[in-house]
């Protein structure tokens, strides 16, 4: 995007500014001329038509293309996102989806067997990643699938007559800012959980929170310092002695994707981030989706429908008497259940593996080359497929982002997880070359080498420099009127 | 095969620099007896062999493009380059817009789709989209119990049944009350803080809103109408009715049916309710030289922030759908949309006509009606469904027994045409015969 100085001085008019009354894009079939004032009553018709852009179909694409080139994505750009595990989205997903294009969800069941078999499949091979006994493919985005796995807890503890008394969910302070929302939700208490000084839960302090209260504990493995939980096990046994439920958060499952499965760690829920571990494109912000893996005992909760197979033809099953219910109309993002069915189609268990270790692989060595660039890594020690570092003392990570952006990368997550100052979260991700990480580590070393004043004043020549926030959040701006 | 780039020679130096023997050594804080287990997955295939399953599955689906489903889904055509604008990479592959330097043009997309829905529903606000239709309902009636401070809401059983279901699973979970209105002049309980109708309604009927907007306003309690983006090109829009809140499908705007998702929903309130949103909002501000600029705002509404106080836990929306969206609505414009709404209207319209000349089906909608309307079959609808897709044609959308017996919706859009209408009128004699 940045690289032609010429494009990005050109301001971007809005659609609506290059609108001209009169003129048309797309034309429909001709409309027959109806009545409409007595088909649908004269009392319910809209004086005015909405003001909607009038343009051609060249100028149209013109404007879209034209603001595509004011945007980075992880195919122009090296996108290293602590967190947000932004994967290469392999092209022939995009064919894959469009095969299954023109299904509508209240087909008969015979006519859609192939879609119906591979949500079939995919629940199976999901499961068996996670090491979880059933899966649930309907929840829209990750922290939907959030939602549903707690109202999935909590349907199982009021089936015990459990749930008056358990009113508290745990979550780490380190945890995604979702998790305590989530939990907010569904109506429990949040209580915090320290971290300890070597990033991980405090088992100590975990066990004093732990009781007959507890309905749940949230955790994210590896954690949101990029560190595997080394005392999972016993947190795990702790939990469930108490009859707490161990909720696993998959924001970082790509780390262990098939090399370590949450079932097998003690966890008795799982989200999965399809946009994140199996390569549906995260698309400028979704739609993503976010499948929910259970152990046997809280299948019975599962939202419905669920995708069952009867012999040799599969059907939706509605018939399921404990079900919290529904959590979102038909089966889910179904377009993004083809992506993640495919990748996982084409990469098998070897693949699977593979991609996991070197994203952890990346993540180690460039930690090495940042370090040696100058950067301090507040947690050193053999991460999982990202990190946190830091920049040096007196420089800004907001700054270090920003420079970024100048030489041409998309900066790592800034300021996030809370509990570290300054935190620049880091995920290069398997799909990265060595020379990339080469590359990206030079540009960070560089920045620390420029005069402060460069740095405060970067980016220079992106679409626009930095932009007043305080502006927007005072008088908020949020649609465009004419003549303003 | 995988997308990794490493080579023999990269990874024995990438090792040796990490300290590492092997890549599974990369595991060795890990407890050892649950590393690396075997797993029942199939065998790697490659590009060819998957294309080709894949093709063998889709093989075993027939297409319901043109065909005459309805239900919150619709068969719409869908403009060549709405596919085309929005499968552009750096759109496709981008994250949120966190660095707005670097991602001006899915803020300025953003903005613009905000303007549109914000111009479809007559209301001053618009967020940059949810999930689907069902769960913009669920965060919209959240959102209104959060304004009144209520834990009522009265839902109208007119309203999509698993919209309803949704919003019950939501409302369960922080212990509100969900109580369902089978008639607009249905009194709205004591303390009802959101009164939910939707138009047209799930069998098709236009519905004046305006005195319900009143009744729910004098009981202390937000009206939050669910409406169809296409039928905002004819019908009074949301706000002009009294709708403090107005949320829908947004798939009917050029989105692909893909059996069900991923789609986007929409939402628009009222000015005052700006920071009661769920979602992203974009807002317009200038850059340090004065540069017109766009940036996410207001985000101490969000759960990244507030955490557990958020206003809900959305992390994503649906950016990619909603532009589609927007790409539709400006390839169409006010008069391009106006046309797809009368010829949708027409059609529905004309098919009904010709289907209640058939014997034993009775037209069941009350008039007005929009694009879609429910009759009453003389057999049950899965069975005629089933025995019309055997004739290559997806149409009967079953209807819930809540609303009677053998009820089947029908759904006409721009896309028909009277052979297809009489194509449909000829299979369905022959099937009841």
Known sequence: MIADKKETIVESPLIFEKSVPGRRGITPPKAPEVDLAALLGSDNLRAEPPKLPEVDELTLVRHYTGLSRRQMGVDTHFYPLGSCTMKYNPKVHEAAVGLFADLHPYQAPEVVQGALQLMYELQRDLSEITGMDATTLQPAAGAHGELTGILIIRAYHKSRGEHEQRRVVLVPDSAHGSNPATASMAGYTVKEIASSPDGEVDLEALKTELGPHVAAIMLTNPNTLGLFERKILAMAQAAHRVGAQLYYDGANLNAVMGMARPGDMGFDVVHLNLHKTFTVPHGGGGPGSGPVGVKAHLAPFLPVPQVVKNGETYALDYDLPHSIGQVRSFYGNFGALVRAYAYIKMLGEEGIKKSAALAVLNANYLKELLKEQGYRIPYDRTCMHEFVAQPPEGIRTLDVAKGLLELGFHPPTVYFPLIVKEALMVEPTETESKETLEAFARAAGELLKKDKSWLEAAPYSTPVRRLDEVQANRKPKLRWNPGE | ?433
């Open chain 2, 1 to 433: 095969m995988d997308y990794t780039p490493h080579t023999e020679a990269d990874l024995e130096s990438m090792l040796e620099r990490v300290g590492a023997k092997n890549l599974k050594d990369l595991y060795r804080d890990l407890p050892q007896e649950i590393v690396d287990p075997p797993l029942q997955l199939d065998t790697a295939m490659t590009e060819a062999e998957l294309m080709r399953h894949l093709r063998t599955l889709a093989a075993k689906n027939q297409s319901a493009n043109v065909g005459f489903l309805g239900g919150g889904i619709r068969s719409h055509y869908i403009p060549a380059v709405v596919p085309a604008l929005a499968a552009r990479a750096e759109f496709l592959s981008a994250y949120t817009p966190y660095q707005p330097e670097a991602s001006q043009g899915l803020l300025q997309a953003i903005f613009e789709y905000q303007t549109m829905i914000s111009e479809l529903t007559g209301l001053p606000v618009a967020n940059a989209s949810m999930y689907d239709g069902s769960t913009a309902l669920a965060e919209g009636v959240l959102l209104a119990l959060r304004e009144s401070g209520k834990m009522r809401v009265a839902i109208l059983k007119s309203v999509h049944p698993e919209y309803r279901r949704v919003v019950k699973t939501y409302l369960e979970a922080i212990g509100a009350e969900l109580v369902t209105l089978t008639s607009t002049a249905d009194p709205i309980p004591p303390e009802t803080g959101a009164v939910v109708g939707q138009n047209p309604d799930f069998l098709g009927t236009v519905h004046n809103f305006t005195a319900l907007a009143e009744a729910a306003h004098a009981a202390g309690a937000l009206f939050v109408a669910v409406v169809d983006p296409i039928s905002l090109a004819l019908l009074k829009p949301p706000g002009e009715y009294g709708a403090d809140v107005a949320v829908g499908e947004g798939q009917p705007l050029g989105n692909a049916m893909a059996f069900g998702g991923p789609h986007f929903g929409f939402m628009a309130v009222r000015a005052d309710l700006v920071r009661q949103l769920p979602g992203r909002l974009v807002s317009e501000t200038t850059d340090v030289e004065g540069k017109r600029g766009y940036i996410l705002t207001l985000q101490a509404r969000e759960q990244y922030i507030r955490r557990g106080k958020a206003k809900s836990n959305i992390t994503t929306n649906a950016q990619l759908t909603a532009l589609m969206g927007a790409v539709y609505l400006a390839a169409l414009g006010p008069q391009g949309l106006k046309e797809v709404a009368i010829r949708s209207v027409a059609m529905a319209h004309a098919l009904a006509e010709k289907l209640t000349r058939i014997p034993g089906i009775e037209l069941v909608t009350p008039e007005p009606y929009f694009n879609e309307f429910a009759v009453r079959l003389p057999k049950g609808a899965l069975e005629v469904r089933s025995a019309l897709a055997r004739k290559g044609l997806a149409a009967v959308t079953p209807v819930p027994a809540e609303y009677g017996e053998n009820l089947a919706l029908f759904a006409c859009t721009e896309q028909h045409t009277e052979a297809d209408l009489d194509n449909l009128a000829e299979a369905l004699r022959e099937v009841l015969r």
